[in-house]
């Protein structure tokens, strides 16, 4: 099952920042948290990852909880292009050199003109 | 670009007819995997690879079998495809990193059973 809960569906204006948030409160020390989205009919995209530190790259931001029980996903100027399905992803480990993600329902992201 | 081929992208079968689906990569990645996505559903997990080593997941149906006869391509062969096997297949590539490791999707093969 999924380590992560997060809304159904969100609306965002287009240009105004977006803010995904997820609940991962049983995530362990060592557990990162990934950030998915996949646009209708197309393989899903890697956006950004993180342990602990808030992160940043030229998609969006990732700011954990200082407890790390819960992250928000930012992307900063919505267009209709980032119209999608989210997910929030804790990356189970096998234990050897090798990752598993389990996804969960994810979040609809619907930018409006 | 480096990237994760899928061919065909639209495939159709007839019930109970074999099919097999192609995946390669040109990343020189060392895990490759098959995740199956029903219509309105997460992605799920049905094997990987990482190198020559198979990795199968426990509620995948003996039904799907995968190949790697190489680093760069990957196979999806379904034996006898029956209606619920209808959706889209992706295949996804990484590195195999202990600690942070990021797959790389390709665009899916959207199968049809008929």
């Known amino acids: 099952d999924a380590k992560t809960t997060q809304p159904t569906s969100m609306d965002c204006a287009e240009g105004r920042a977006a803010n995904l948030p997820c609940n991962h409160s049983t995530i362990s020390g060592n557990e990162y948290v990934y950030w998915y989205r996949q646009i209708h009919s197309q393989g899903p995209q890697y956006i950004i990852h993180?342990?602990?530190n808030n992160e940043t790259n030229e998609m969006a931001s990732l700011i954990i909880t200082e407890d790390r029980k819960s992250s928000t996903l930012i992307l900063p100027h919505a267009t209709l292009r980032d119209t999608a399905v989210y997910y929030c992803i804790v990356r189970v480990g096998y234990g050897g050199a090798t990752n598993k993600l389990i996804f969960g329902t994810g979040t609809l992201l619907a930018v409006q003109p | 670009d480096a990237m994760v081929i899928q061919n065909p992208r639209y495939q159709v079968t007839q019930f109970g007819k074999p099919v097999t689906l192609s995946c390669s990569q040109t990343l020189n990645h060392n895990v490759m995997y098959w995740y199956q996505q029903k219509s309105s559903q997460a992605p799920k997990l049905l094997f990987h690879y990482y190198d020559k080593d198979f990795n199968n997941e426990a509620d995948t149906p003996d039904n799907f079998q995968s190949r790697r006869p190489n680093t760069s391509f990957c196979f999806l062969d379904i034996r006898s495809p029956g209606l619920g096997d209808a959706a889209m297949y992706l295949c996804?590539?990484?590195?195999?990193?202990?600690?942070?490791?990021?797959?790389?999707f390709g665009p899916g093969t959207r199968l049809t059973v008929l």
């Open positions: 996804a590539t990484s590195r195999g990193q202990v600690d942070t490791d990021t797959q790389y």
């Open positions: 993180g342990l602990k």
